[in-house]
């Protein structure tokens, strides 16, 4: 059995993972899908967040547990997941990205979005430039364009705001530290939110040892959360190194 960390994407908290997370801890696995601050029910100010803040609370997350974890990141997670690997890597087993942004060093998620530029008006900026919001029906179109309509809302109803700057947060890694992880990529055939063409391009510039594709929407985690949660626990029953073998877990 493994140790899971999950980190959700934009707009949304830890409960966007609740499927996959029940399902892995019926596997036996343990699954930790924390808000990060200021998002989900975590109140913390938006203007006081930081891609590092973000970051070393999910590395110290990660050093309280008992075992190196499995790391899982979501859609804006990508950008998280890669930083906090780059400050615990030797309490991380592998990096997993679900259709989410793969950041190399120096750049900023509004970089790599800018390699395809696509429309944002479902996007509205707070009057003080500190949080974004997402046009509920729009999203609905963009991120779960191939989940059950329920199942859609009840997702979009708890999305709330996101921090305006994380566009214009830069990652920060190293090989030596961060380069040494390995990592996964879950691509989404059908994703309006990052179209499969940004995946590719991403995974071109920063390759992964393994890609895995889904049939699926931007958010597996509700349209086909059965199939992502087989495919985490199969990460976690092989180990994959640097180099990109793999074999069974010891």
């Known amino acids: 059995m493994a140790t899971f960390v999950l980190i959700h994407g934009g707009c949304c908290g830890g409960a966007d993972w609740e499927h996959v997370q029940r399902n892995l801890q019926h596997q036996g696995h343990t699954v930790l899908a924390p808000d990060l601050p200021g998002m989900g029910f975590d109140r913390t100010p938006l203007q006081s967040v930081s891609l590092e803040s973000w970051s070393k609370y999910v590395a110290a997350l990660i050093a309280e547990q008992s075992e190196s974890v499995i790391l899982v990141g979501h859609s804006r997670g990508g950008i998280v997941i890669s930083q906090a690997a780059e400050y615990v890597p030797e309490r991380v087993r592998t990096l997993v ?56 809302d009840r997702a979009i109803a ?60 931007h958010s597996p985690s509700h349209s086909a959360p059965k199939e992502l949660a087989a495919h985490l626990a199969a990460i976690a029953s092989s180990t994959i190194d640097a180099t990109g073998s793999a074999g069974p877990a010891q």
Not at 121 to 147: C, H, M, W, Y
């Open 97 to 152: 990205y679900v259709a989410a942004m793969l950041v190399p060093n120096g750049h900023t998620q509004g970089d790599i979005s800018n390699l395809l530029p696509r429309d944002i008006s479902f996007l509205t900026l707070s009057p003080d430039g500190v949080a974004l919001t997402v046009d509920l029906e729009q999203a609905k179109r963009i991120a779960f364009n191939r989940t059950p309509s329920e199942e859609a």
């Open 158 to 217: 708890q999305f709330g705001a996101e921090p305006a700057a994380c566009f214009t947060w830069p990652v920060h890694v190293t090989d030596e530290r961060y380069g040494r992880v390995p990592r996964v990529y879950i691509e989404t055939m059908h994703d309006n939110a990052i179209p499969l063409t940004l995946q590719w391009i991403m995974q071109e510039s920063l390759p992964c040892q393994r890609v895995i594709t889904m049939d699926t929407d």
